[in-house]
């Protein structure tokens, strides 16, 4: 039959009695004797082996964990060590020299420190406090065990971290449990520790996954365009590279510059939208072919902006990809590759297209794919031109400084000249 523990007077009774008991004690209230007093009520106990409650057990899997011991005293150390081996414990890191803690802490990397407060030169204090401020150690759980009975050092020392606080002479009574209890806290903490490690490799690997798959698209995308118009196939990531390469050089971070460099590769892809009869027309464009080449940059961004609530609704009942295009859409790489296909064409004198914006009204994104737009455009053979020497192709965005091309960027663009020479070499067109 099983036991319980009472509540009243620590006894021990039969876990099927306790409503008999309750009902017992109840009923105290309603017998009453003459003089006024509850009846008297005898409890069964069951007789229990005081030695054998007290055993002292550590679960076999934590025998081998590694303990260090951390006090000025040696006799001290033993005690303690002594105590730890009879339950079977016999992987130690000691020592009385506390200005060794530190490295020997880092260097052995125990699963629970027992450590004394008085010490000379180091205190435990401080190597609490230096432990709090490491993150290698500060996951040690640290039993706190010190002569003294100061009530204000146990304060402290909890404050600074300590895992549990004894007082000596320690009992094994005392010292077994709260060092199981530390391992088992140690062992549940990394493990933790672990399962966060890797789910943020498996987030890390999916999202890298995630960015292939949509630079993929985007470069699918790009080149689509840039195919009915005759470019070449580098074209589009040449001019992402030098667009990213110009916003390093204006001091934008590495990650706003590489969200450029996919989203430049979008500048043309409203060219999708312009009929074969005028992308590929060997002459010259007559006036009216020309305003209607023009409006690649406007159809650029209704390709690429954040769709309308009505455009919104459509596509929800396409289930997964329309979801998935909603998540692509309202991406910030979207929304500036949006902004530089409708203004990539635009001049810092006014006089550009499809809006007519001057100086800062243009988008900086715009302003910075519109010289790596050209710069490309110039020193790459077309079927209507051939390719100008480097020399010629930087006269040609000097003589644009100020008219079509702010000076800022320009300046940026020469300052990183020999990376973008590199990055012309390594992606040429193989014609």
């Known amino acids: 039959m099983s036991v319980t523990d009472d ?25 009453v004797s003459p003089a006024g007093e509850p009846a008297p009520v005898t409890i069964a106990t069951i007789p229990v082996d005081d030695a054998k409650s007290m055993e002292i057990r550590l679960p076999a899997e934590f025998k081998s964990a590694k303990v260090m011991i951390i006090d000025d005293e040696p006799l001290n150390i033993e005690v303690i060590q002594s105590h730890l081996e009879e339950v079977g414990v016999h992987n130690f890191v000691t020592t009385d020299r506390p200005q060794d803690a530190l490295q020997m802490m880092r260097d052995s990397r125990p699963e629970v420190l027992l450590l004394d407060v008085r010490m000379p030169r180091v205190s435990g204090f401080d190597i609490l406090h230096l432990m709090m401020l490491d993150p290698v150690l500060n996951s040690i759980p640290t039993i706190i065990v010190t002569a003294t009975t ?43 520790v672990r399962e ?11 999202t890298a996954e995630l960015q292939r798959s949509r630079q993929q698209l985007i470069l699918s995308l790009a080149r689509a365009a840039e195919h009915r118009d005759n470019d070449t196939a580098n074209h589009v990531i040449r001019v992402g590279r030098y667009a990213e390469i110009i916003a390093r050089g204006l001091g934008w971070s590495h990650e706003k510059a590489a969200i450029i460099e996919q989203a430049a590769q979008l500048h043309d892809v409203g060219k999708i939208g312009i009929s074969d009869t005028i992308l590929l027309k060997p002459g010259k464009l007559d006036p009216e072919e020309y305003e209607l080449m023009k ?11 954040p769709f309308s609530e009505s455009d919104r609704e459509v596509l929800r009942t396409h289930a997964r990809l329309g979801q ?5 859409h309202n991406s910030p790489m979207m929304v500036m590759a949006a902004r530089i296909a ?15 914006l001057a100086g800062e009204d243009i988008p900086i994104e715009g302003r910075i794919t519109s010289v790596a737009d050209v710069f490309d455009a110039v020193s790459c053979k077309r079927p209507y031109k051939p390719a100008f020497p480097r020399k010629k192709c930087f006269e040609i965005l000097e003589e644009g400084r100020g008219t079509q091309f702010e000076s800022q960027i320009l300046d940026a663009f020469f300052a990183n000249v020999e990376e973008i020479i590199e990055v012309q070499l390594a992606l040429a067109d193989n014609v």
């Open 342 to 356: 409708q203004t990539h064409h635009e001049r810092w004198d006014g006089k550009g297209y499809p809006l007519g």
């Open 295 to 305: 409006r690649h940059a406007l159809m650029g961004k209704e390709i690429i902006e």
């Open 150 to 192: 100061d009530p204000t050092d146990k304060y402290k020392a909890l404050n600074l971290g300590a895992y549990d606080f004894l007082t000596k002479p320690v009992e094994p009574s005392d010292l077994i449990p709260r060092v199981r209890n530390a391992l088992v806290f140690k062992r549940q903490y990394d493990q933790k």
């Open 196 to 206: 966060t490690e890797e789910l943020e490799r498996v987030v890390e690997r999916r």
């Open 324 to 328: 998935n295009l909603l998540n692509m």
């Open 7 to 31: 509540d009243v007077g620590g006894l021990k009774v039969p876990v099927d009695d306790l409503e008999t008991r309750l009902n017992t004690l109840l009923s105290r209230y309603d017998d």
